[in-house]
């Protein structure tokens, strides 16, 4: 077909039946309208909305654009379940009724007031494959009118070509749930991005969300605009299903990405992530499990670094209480390691704000925990924590209340290293190696032993040196400079334990151990 772009305007159901083919630049698909006279000024202003309420594109063939070039399909329910290819370029699903259109800036789809529409859904089951290009999904929902806004359970790809970092953006708007299933990928030679907004965030059982790279991680934003943006538009609620995976490893030589969940009300955590550092160098990456309110933590993170520092794992409710066995009511949000001072409460009664001994012991060889509270951390058993070289436990209470020891704290750092090395151990023993014996038993009155610092004979340099007796005994200097003794030795051992005993109270407790050692400060 053409290679310039197609505009299709339906007031229906514009769309391409299964086994369909479109190779075009760029191509709009859309049931609005613009007006003539906007359209001849190149002002991309969709303005006149479908009569139909469940007005819809979809497709179901292949959509493939040239390089550099967009494909938007906006209506007031997209449905993708073909396959759709832009290298380099970008692609838009929008569920909405009128919107305006952005060729050469980075707005691409955007809404105005007033723009929301009734019943607002974006699915997508296909393929999508934008590597180098974005990949956007966004619907503008009227509030409590429906309670998915975007589905996604399909393939989407955005990954890195040259210097062209993929990026996979999911917006929900104020209003709407973004349900994430199916595999996210922007990874490449260095990682790209996946945010997704909403007042409600899903990810599912199955889902996959991998921006690794192989010279470093991407970002993983859900519930936030991510970390540059001090996580700009909280979710209300985020919500991470046992075996979802998210990845933002270096997979070479670099350090790991970041993975953050974000929200007001509610964070729910209870699958795996893991921002790991480069197998032949680099850190691990940084995650944070965080809410202004409640935070629940099941899941699992890694953040090691094989040839480099371990990342950090942030978790940060109100007030904490670190509790023996198992089961606390933060566990789901301390599972990446990490509880902030922002987090919400959990529990209630004497299981309020409870993090287990257990989770931490599971987490202290893999991540740097960090638990923050605003107020008052109670540490409320015995704790003994494995950690490995590199990795720490910070206990940190961020406005008042201090930290509290109940019970002894144990803390075990495992290394010691003692190396012992020298190029000459000199013989003092009886015999013609011994240096003092010589001197004192066969030097003479009648030779000065600085006359002997040339102790080659001439002529026979390394071969022959120069002494008194010549028979037995050795030139001192001939000892001291050739006669060498060699000592090396390497020994890695031992098991260093820090007690702290009740009533301790500070702001910030730090139990790490790096190069073998361990300190509290």
Do not use: C
Request: proline share 1%; no cysteine.
């Amino acid at each position: 077909m053409s290679k310039r772009m197609i505009a299709r305007a339906s007031r229906s159901r514009p769309g391409f039946g299964a086994g369909s083919r479109i190779d075009v630049g760029s191509l709009v698909a859309t049931t609005a309208n613009i007006r003539d006279e906007d359209f001849l000024a190149g002002r991309y202003v969709f303005s006149q909305a479908s009569a139909i309420r469940d007005a819809a594109v979809i497709n179901e063939g292949t959509i493939s654009l040239r390089d550099n070039g967009l494909a938007a399909l906006v209506a007031p329910h997209v449905r993708n379940s073909g396959v759709i290819e832009a290298r380099l370029g970008r692609v838009a699903l929008g569920g909405a009724g009128r919107f305006t259109l952005d060729f050469h800036g980075d707005g691409l789809l955007s809404f105005a007031a007033g723009d929301e529409t009734a019943g607002a859904l974006v699915e997508h089951t296909g393929r999508i494959q934008a590597d180098g290009g974005t990949v956007l999904m966004t619907a503008q929902a009227v509030k409590g009118v429906v309670d998915q806004v975007i589905n996604t359970q399909g393939i989407v790809s955005a990954t890195t070509v040259g210097e062209h970092q993929g990026r996979i953006v999911l917006s929900g708007g104020d209003a709407g749930t973004v349900a994430i299933g199916g595999q996210l990928a922007a990874g490449g030679e260095h990682g790209g991005s996946v945010v997704a907004t909403g007042r409600h965030i899903t990810v599912g059982t199955d889902a996959s969300i991998d921006v690794s790279g192989r010279s470093g991680g991407g970002e993983i934003a859900l519930g936030s605009l991510g970390v540059a943006s001090g996580f700009a538009g909280k979710s209300a609620t985020v919500e991470v299903a046992a075996g979802a995976r998210l990845a933002a490893d270096a997979t070479v030589r670099g350090d790991g990405g970041q993975v953050t969940m974000w929200s007001t009300d509610r964070t729910v955590f209870a699958g795996s992530l893991q921002a790991r550092g480069g197998a032949q160098g680099g850190d691990g990456g940084f995650a944070e499990v965080s809410s202004l309110k409640a935070i629940g933590l099941q899941g699992q993170a890694d953040l090691r670094a094989e040839h480099g520092r371990t990342g950090t794992l942030l978790i940060d409710p109100t007030d904490l209480r670190i509790v023996a066995g198992s089961g606390g009511s933060q566990d789901g949000a301390a599972g990446d390691g990490t509880v902030s001072a922002g987090d919400a409460n959990q529990g209630s009664g004497n299981a309020l704000n409870t993090v287990s001994a257990s989770l931490l012991g599971s987490l202290a060889g893999n991540s740097n925990i960090v638990l923050q509270a605003t107020g008052q951390i109670t540490v409320d058993t015995s704790l003994n924590l494995q950690t490995t070289a590199g990795h720490g436990f910070t206990l940190q209470s961020t406005q008042t209340g201090g930290i509290r020891f109940s019970d002894r704290v144990k803390l075990e750092g495992n290394l010691n290293y003692n190396r012992q090395f020298t190029d000459n151990i000199p013989d003092v023993t009886y015999g013609p190696n011994s240096m003092i014996y010589n001197i004192i038993i066969w030097g003479g009155a009648d030779w000065d032993v600085n006359q002997l610092r040339d102790y080659w004979q001439p002529g026979k340099e390394g071969v022959q040196q120069i002494y008194a007796e010549y028979q037995r005994y050795n030139n001192p200097w001939f000892l001291a400079y050739e006669w060498l003794r060699g000592h090396y030795k390497t020994d890695i051992y031992g098991q260093t334990t820090s007690i702290a005993e009740s009533a301790v109270d500070q702001n910030t407790l730090w139990v790490g151990t790096d190069d073998g050692l361990l300190w509290i400060t």
